[in-house]
């Protein structure tokens, strides 16, 4: 899972669009950490579809669960992922797990978050405080380029460990990183195919 190339399908990069790319890295519980890595490909058409009741938003849960509706994304911990889509005006009251943290990111668009209204638009995140319910809101107008709001919901149980981080290396603390890096370096990660 360290080294790894992501393109757009070739028929965008010949004949152009928008497209967006999320790469996501779960940190994982000490006793999770030195996990065999895993890659999950789940299509459009294996997520879970939920809308609101009045076809403002659509919810793709990916992984975790909403409301008792479950995405078929595999996790190590307990968490939630989710790809909303709002229209111009429309409000989602997503259901929240409220032992979870979340985290909002905007893919493109303007509109509010929380039930204060936050203002938050394309490349913004926010993140969210306790509560069973998260609240988005698109603005009535939206850019030309990108007719409705869409966000990234991703939350999940804390961890509560501590925390130590350098390039792709997640770790509870400096010398575990290093040691990581050693790892990699002797080759004890495999190799690359010439």
Not at 72 to 93: D, I, K
Not at 167 to 193: C, H, W
């Amino acid at each position: 899972g360290l080294l790894h190339i992501e393109a757009p399908p070739e028929w965008m990069v010949t004949q152009g669009g928008l497209f967006h790319g999320i790469q996501l890295w779960v940190n994982l519980p000490r006793d999770a950490k030195m996990s065999a890595p895993k890659y999950q490909d789940i299509r459009s058409g294996e997520v879970r579809l939920l809308s609101t009741p009045d076809a403002g938003a659509l919810v793709r849960v990916i992984a975790g669960s909403v409301d008792g509706h479950a995405g078929p994304g595999s996790t190590y911990t307990p968490m939630t992922l989710v790809h909303a889509t709002l229209e111009p005006g429309a409000r989602l009251e997503l259901p929240w797990e409220v032992e979870h943290n979340a985290l909002v990111y905007v893919l493109n668009g303007q509109g509010t978050v929380g039930t204060d209204g936050r203002p938050i638009r394309t490349g913004q995140a926010a993140a969210m405080g306790a509560g069973d319910y998260l609240t988005l809101t698109a603005d009535g107008a939206q850019e030309t380029r990108s007719p409705r709001m869409d966000v990234i919901v991703v939350g999940g149980q804390p961890i509560r460990e501590p925390l130590a981080w350098a390039g792709p290396f997640v770790m509870n603390t400096k010398a575990e990183v290093l040691e990581a890096y050693q790892d990699f370096q002797r080759g004890s990660f495999g190799q690359i195919p010439g």
